[in-house]
């Protein structure tokens, strides 16, 4: 093959590595960009908080001007003096109600703090208690290592007891033993092995007398799905009893708890931060940058001085310089373009903050992006875990995106004010007969709003609302 030199012209997008940062940052929230300024201010010499300026020192000896009065200073000094021991001049406490140190090198403030207690701690020490052999206790704290984040048994005894060692001559008779003596414990419904014996075993704490409770025993032992499924005819029939006492029965369920550790090993609480706040200004909403989300950065100038004093023996510092210069530019267009991306969306949608999700209006990104000349991609990422706080609550910035629905009139209805009507008309019906979603079509349909089945079912099952069987009460 005979081998030759070709010239081509082509083109070629190359992001550069500034640039490259300024998308990382803009697809970032609030809380991982703060994480990421961290890291830039551990990792960058050049880099500096700015609101790390020392504070201004007034002089001891400065007195209020002739005429001025001092009652005020004189109370802080009164005041001052006060909390303040006479034999060691040290604060005397922290506080009302705080702790004192008492001169303790050892002393942690934060072992004050409170902890949250998980589901195995509380159970191992109702069991550390109990006054029990070594081998029931073994037993027992080996049926608690087996419960799993609701606080149910998953695992059955025989097959249990079949993968411990052999020397142990471990029965399933033992452990049925331990698992009755753990089922006593706090909380109700511990360790069952079902919904309906967790149920039952917080019955068995309440008392007899109270109203239904013997027909809800019943319904939790052998009906709990036909409960479940709404079929109160099927109940009443299999059961011979009225609606009244089905309604006992079904109150008296409604006050116990399907997952008997709920209270126990909570997920971790993930904060939001808003980046953008919209008030009500001369009749207008505006929206308006949170400045107590926006980092505070700037290039160290003492290095930054030194650098350009002695360029030649820079070395690798003039690269983090441009780095952090970089980076600082970068946070600032960020939040820059977060603004006014926020501003176009309040603007478009003044009926919502002025009167609700039923008044939001049709609205998708490339309306945003023609009038801003951005690109999607960039309103995307704008949009996506950025968050906007205003009097109706916390939205993250894409809750003010969506499609458009023609009306009789011509017009168009976002389909966020559509589920608000859904929901609004569920929140109102009659639990007795409730709608089902050909009848809330109907019912949009007679307000002007053209809308399908299949879709009042979609929307009603993205609000995770049951479905009319599922809805329907006594």
């Known amino acids: 093959m005979k081998q030759s030199l070709q010239l081509r012209v082509s083109q070629q997008l190359t992001l550069t590595p500034q640039l490259q940062q300024s998308i990382k940052l803009l697809q970032l929230s609030t809380l991982d960009l703060q994480t990421e300024v961290e890291r830039f201010l551990l990792d960058n010499p050049m880099l500096e908080r700015g609101d790390d300026l020392p504070p201004q020192d007034s002089p001891a000896s400065e007195t209020p001007a002739s005429g001025e009065d001092n009652s005020a200073a004189q109370d802080s000094h009164d005041n001052d003096s006060s909390q303040r021991d006479d034999s060691s001049g040290e604060l005397s406490d922290w506080g009302s109600g705080s702790r004192r140190n008492d001169g303790d090198d050892e002393f942690d403030p934060m072992l004050n703090v409170p902890c949250p207690v998980s589901l195995r701690e509380h159970l191992l020490a109702q069991l550390g208690e109990l006054t029990l052999p070594t081998r029931d206790q073994a037993i027992v704290q080996l049926l608690i290592e087996e419960l799993d984040d609701n606080g149910f048994l998953s695992v059955d005894l025989d097959e249990l007891a079949s993968h411990l060692p052999l020397e142990l001559e471990l029965e399933s008779d033992e452990l049925m033993v331990g698992l009755r003596l753990l089922q006593q414990f706090d909380p109700a419904g511990i360790a069952a092995r079902s919904l309906a014996e967790s149920l039952c075993l917080q019955l068995d704490r309440l008392s007899p007398q109270e109203n239904g409770y013997a027909l809800a025993r019943q319904i939790v032992a052998d009906h709990l799905t036909l409960l479940g499924n709404r079929d109160y005819t099927r109940l009443k029939r299999l059961l011979g009893v009225d609606d009244e006492a089905i309604r006992q029965a079904q109150q008296l369920i409604s006050r116990l708890t399907p997952h008997p550790a709920a209270g126990f090993?909570?997920?971790?609480?993930?904060?939001?931060?808003?980046?953008?706040?919209?008030?009500?200004?001369?009749?207008?909403?505006?929206?308006?940058?949170?400045?107590?989300?926006?980092?505070?950065?700037?290039?160290?100038?003492?290095?930054?001085?030194?650098?350009?004093?002695?360029?030649?023996?820079?070395?690798?510092?003039?690269?983090?310089?441009?780095?952090?210069?970089?980076?600082?530019?970068?946070?600032?267009?960020?939040?820059?373009?977060?603004?006014?991306?926020?501003?176009?969306?309040?603007?478009?949608?003044?009926?919502?903050?002025?009167?609700?999700?039923?008044?939001?209006?049709?609205?998708?990104?490339?309306?945003?992006?023609?009038?801003l000349g951005l690109h999607e991609s960039t309103v995307s990422r704008v949009t996506t875990q950025k968050y906007l706080l205003c009097p109706r609550g916390l939205f993250e910035l894409k809750y003010f995106f969506g499609s458009a629905l023609e009306t009789d009139s011509g017009g168009e209805c976002s389909a966020t004010a559509i589920k608000a009507h859904i929901r609004r008309m569920i929140d109102g019906e009659n639990q007795a007969k409730p709608l089902s979603d050909s009848a809330i079509a109907d019912e949009l349909g007679k307000q002007g709003i053209q809308v399908a089945r299949r879709t009042v079912a979609k929307y009603r099952e993205a609000m995770q609302i049951p479905p009319v069987n599922l809805r329907k009460a006594l």
């Not at 929206?287 to 290095?303: D, T």
């Not at 690269?319 to 969306?345: C, H, M, P």
């Open 265 to 371: 090993g909570g997920e971790d609480v993930h904060y939001v931060i808003p980046d953008v706040t919209v008030r009500k200004r001369r009749g207008r909403w505006v929206a308006e940058l949170n400045n107590g989300a926006v980092p505070r950065l700037r290039v160290n100038q003492l290095y930054a001085q030194m650098l350009s004093e002695n360029r030649n023996g820079a070395g690798e510092l003039t690269g983090r310089l441009q780095e952090a210069k970089w980076l600082v530019k970068n946070i600032q267009q960020r939040f820059d373009t977060i603004l006014k991306v926020s501003e176009a969306i309040v603007e478009r949608q003044q009926a919502f903050f002025e009167h609700g999700e039923v008044a939001m209006r049709p609205l998708i990104l490339r309306d945003i992006a023609d009038e």
